[in-house]
């Protein structure tokens, strides 16, 4: 690991997402993942899932660690780090028929919240799918004591982040022409969000 970045939660979480995406993206072809943040999911999805081509993407700060991990593992179809920043308008410089997004939203101020489905909506092609993992509330309220706990934690290092009500996040995807698909239970009280662009 030494010279890479190392997020134990990709460690941790990385084996029941890919269970979700193994099915979801069996008929997928081109993924974009916005904010890869260390490179270890796009290398770990990416060997178990040849048939996908996956464009990782982040902040410019962040490409010297996935470069890292992407340089080691040398997979042909995990491509370099796209620089990606939500709330900019040129993000988004090709068409996916699918996007993946793991711990993002709750770490992003609520104006980048509703840039990131505005560009997933001018990205993703009729019929694809969003795929997005980590913790979320529901009618307000949070699911799980450590959810709770993360987020005071999340608001005392950043007041603007926090975990995201799913209604708020499924009423902007439905702005977008996407539908809810799925919604997956996931250790450690996280879920995956799948939606569907219908229109």
């Given at each position: ?162 975990v995201r009500d799913f209604e ?32």
């Amino acid at each position: 690991m030494r010279g890479k970045p190392f997020a134990e939660s990709c460690e941790q979480n990385r084996d029941p997402i890919l269970a979700v995406l193994r099915e979801a993206f069996a008929d997928r072809r081109l993924v974009l993942e916005i904010g890869s943040g260390t490179g270890q999911h796009a290398v770990y999805f990416g060997a178990a899932l040849p048939h996908l081509v996956w464009q990782t993407a982040d902040l410019a700060d962040q490409h010297a660690g996935i470069l890292a991990w992407l340089d080691d593992a040398a997979l042909p179809n995990v491509r370099p780090p796209l620089v990606l920043d939500v709330t900019r308008d040129d993000w988004h410089g090709g068409r996916y028929d699918a996007v993946f997004s793991a711990n993002t939203l709750h770490i992003m101020g609520w104006p980048a919240v509703e840039a990131f489905f505005r560009g997933v909506g001018a990205v993703l092609h009729h019929g694809g799918l969003l795929a997005v993992y980590g913790p979320f509330n529901y009618g307000g309220a949070f699911t799980s004591e450590s959810n709770a706990r993360f987020d005071a934690w999340l608001k005392a290092r950043d007041p603007a982040s926090g975990v995201r009500d799913f209604e708020a996040l499924d009423a902007l995807a439905r702005a977008q022409g996407l539908a809810l698909a799925r919604d997956v239970p996931m250790p450690a009280n996280n879920r995956t969000l799948l939606w569907r662009r219908t229109e």
